[in-house]
């Protein structure tokens, strides 16, 4: 297959949705896959659908039809048995074999009028298996893997990484074929889908965020704070950011919000560099907390190489901060240069430090033009666009 198909008929305008809502990752992870379908379910649930999410248990015991409150809604999340990915620090996955027989019962059970797969790995590749030849389900897909993160997680050793990476697309495209309509968050990552698959005429549909759940402060700052938001592992690159401290005055502060596993590692890193206490480690934060950290900061800088949109930037620029950024992905299409923040190379600390302390010497007018830049671009982003997109996809308009 080459081109999405088309041949469901569209349903009714009027009509209230059952959507069932297949993902591999979910509250309480914390990522960007997470955090989109969410958002998603929730704003589905207030317009009135009834929304089904299929996801892989929290822990050993919490499993079944749970009724849970996300991002204020209340919803059904049927959770799977899980288990533990060793080799990373919180990831579950279902076993194939238990995941097949749930989707089919759950199909049969719910009789969805969409299913909306957020990766094709095991409960949207299984939930693609059970409706596949039911004319009378439309079936959407949104990619917000790269096999490249794969890879990373799993630790395989170099010389096999490219072979495994073919494969990936390979894989993503046995599944996606299926598909009626085929999303990812920006038109690069349409493209990289295009480039490495058959697949064609991906929309490009941002994940979309609510601008007035964050709150700017465009007052001086009383102190000089560097921010990053998400995981912290090795595909988002923050020792990058940690080096980029050390080139600047001693009362500049990083902060580091979110859990991983190489916390420790940038632990002595930053000991190493002499910024062991201007460097916090926040963890695994509260919704409250994290916007309150993101109004308190300076500037957001982020240095991963395999963002696909970084709902993170976009919350930092809902929350009125310039933003530094690595040139590499999806993160470009956030950040005007020289307007609302700036493009360093990927890696270069240096140059990542030059920009930080460039921004953080401007005078307070321009300083506030820079926020202004990024409150004005995170509105193409706003959640309501993006719910009205996706309602249209599900009924095949």
Known sequence: MTEQKTTNAALPAQRPLRVMLGVDTFTPDIN??????????????????????????ANSTDTGAIYEIVEGQRMLVHRLPS??????????????????VATRKLVREIQPDVIHIQSHLMIGRMLTKAVKNNGNVQK????????????????????????????GWHDAYSVLRHMDAITTPTRRAADFLERYTPVRNVYPISCGIDALQYTPDLTPRAQRRVVFVGRMTQEKHVDVIVRALALQDVDVQLDLVGPGDQVPQLRDLAQQLGVADRVTFHGRVSDAQLRAALTGAS????????????????????????????????????????????????????QLGAQLRQILELPHEEFVAMQRASLEGVKAHDINTTLDTFERLYRGE
Request: hydrophobic content about 55%; charged content about 20%; proline content about 6%.
């Open 32 to 57: 960007g896959a997470a955090r989109f379908s969410e958002r998603l379910a929730a704003g589905l649930v207030e317009r009135g659908h009834e929304v089904h999410i299929v996801a892989p248990a």
């Open 83 to 100: 288990v533990r990915f060793k080799p990373h620090e919180w990831l579950r996955f279902v076993w194939p074999w238990v995941c097949r």
């Open 140 to 167: 959407i897909a949104t990619n917000h893997i790269m096999p490249e993160n794969i890879v990373d997680l799993a630790n395989m050793p170099r010389w096999v990484r490219a072979l495994v990476v073919k494969w």
């Open 299 to 350: 500037v957001f800088a982020i240095a991963s190489v395999a963002e696909l949109q970084s709902i993170a930037t976009m919350e930092a620029m809902a929350s009125g901060l310039p933003i530094l950024a690595a040139n590499a992905m999806a993160l470009p299409h956030l950040v005007d240069e020289g307007v609302n923040g700036y493009l360093f190379e990927p890696g270069n600390h240096e």
